[in-house]
């Protein structure tokens, strides 16, 4: 890990052929780079144990890869087939460049959604065994669809997703409350996913009233533009299961959305997928008093009943 870290570290961002946004995000991230490829790491190293410790065997799916480390860091420990899937072209063309600065990445990277990759992988004749997710399952609009999809590709495939949207850690809920009600009400000029619905009920209404207007825009929330339109045809008012939870109308991408386990396994009981889950760690590669803490707490966070302390949650599907 420390030769990635390094090569990865050392590399001139600022120079480098990618979109700004996918710069500023690596540049954040990177004084905590160390952290998040602990926790790659970790899991691929599971992945590889449940697989005879053979790790040319595994078809990966890096779903939502973003910058693609994960991918890059399967393939440092010989990941026998990698593909990298996010719906953004420019996380896309990041992951391409950095491969090729590091000198290895993914196999194939594939534009789109898991509808996409069904049809990439019908296309291949390729039927990937793992797929892991990282912060990535909290924003995807439709699970059902989702998860659907994807078992379309293999009955038997097995998911790992970390999602810092964990029901258990009440600071953490406290905390992702306050950004969805940012996003959903608006802030610095900046339109919120409220008014964005209304105005959208409102140019197919021109004839409604400002009441049932803001009762169509308070009673759509979590709902894509499409869908809130067709909400209101039918006169079927939506209800999300945390009051709190939302998506932005123009992307279908909820806002760090919190649902429950119980509801994680609904979804899954359609395929006849079992669900388990443990808490994540805290950073403990930092060498200061909170590096300490971290150290002292992580053992316990594993444990069910100090998920209420662990900073994120990984979700291990069909993985026994």
């Given at each position: ?8 570290q050392q ?6 052929p990618?979109s700004?946004?996918?710069r ?6 990177l004084?905590h780079?160390?952290y998040y ?8 190293d599971k ?10 065997k ?11 480390f ?7 420990k010989g990941?026998?087939?990698v593909?990298?899937?996010?719906y ?17 990445g ?11 990759l ?7 004749h390729?039927?990937?065994?793992i797929l ?9 609009y ?10 379309a590709i ?8 970390t999602?810092g ?7 953490v ?9 940012h ?11 409220r ?19 803001n ?6 929330r ?8 067709k ?5 079927k008012p ?14 279908g991408s ?18 006849h997928?079992s ?5 994540g ?18 053992p ?13 949650i990984?979700?291990?599907i069909n993985?026994?």
């Amino acid at each position: 890990m420390d030769i990635m870290l390094n090569k990865l570290q050392q590399l001139d961002y600022s120079a480098l052929p990618i979109s700004t946004y996918s710069r500023d995000y690596i540049l954040r991230m990177l004084p905590h780079l160390g952290y998040y490829l602990s926790i790659y790491n970790r899991l691929l190293d599971k992945v590889i144990s449940r697989h005879g410790n053979d790790p040319s065997k595994i078809i990966l799916v890096d779903y939502g890869g973003g910058h693609g480390f994960l991918s890059i860091t399967a393939k440092q420990k010989g990941i026998g087939t990698v593909i990298y899937v996010d719906y953004n072209p420019k996380a896309a063309e990041t992951v391409a460049c950095l491969s090729k600065e590091v000198g290895f990445g993914p196999d194939a990277i594939v534009v789109g959604d898991a509808k996409t990759l069904q049809q990439w992988c019908l296309e291949h004749h390729t039927t990937p065994n793992i797929l892991m997710g990282m912060d990535v399952i909290e924003h995807i609009y439709r699970l059902d669809t989702f998860f659907s999809d994807l078992f379309a590709i293999n009955p038997r495939l097995e998911m790992i997703f970390t999602t810092g949207s964990t029901p258990y850690n009440p600071l953490v809920v406290k905390r992702l409350h306050r950004i969805m009600l940012h996003d959903e009400l608006g802030h610095d000029q900046v339109k919120g996913f409220r008014e964005i619905r209304r105005t959208a009920i409102a140019q197919h209404y021109p004839a409604m009233d400002n009441e049932t207007l803001n009762y169509w825009a308070e009673n759509t929330r979590g709902m894509t533009i499409a869908d809130t339109l067709k909400a209101v045809e039918q006169q079927k008012p939506f209800t999300v299961n945390d009051p709190y939870n939302t998506c932005d109308p123009e992307t279908g991408s909820w806002t760090e959305r919190i649902l429950p386990i119980e509801e994680y396994q609904r979804l899954l009981n359609t395929h006849h997928a079992s669900l388990q889950v443990t808490g994540g760690q805290y950073n403990a590669t930092r060498k200061n008093l909170k590096g300490l803490l971290a150290r002292l707490i992580n053992p316990l966070t594993r444990l069910k009943a100090f998920r209420a302390v662990a900073p994120y949650i990984t979700l291990f599907i069909n993985m026994q």
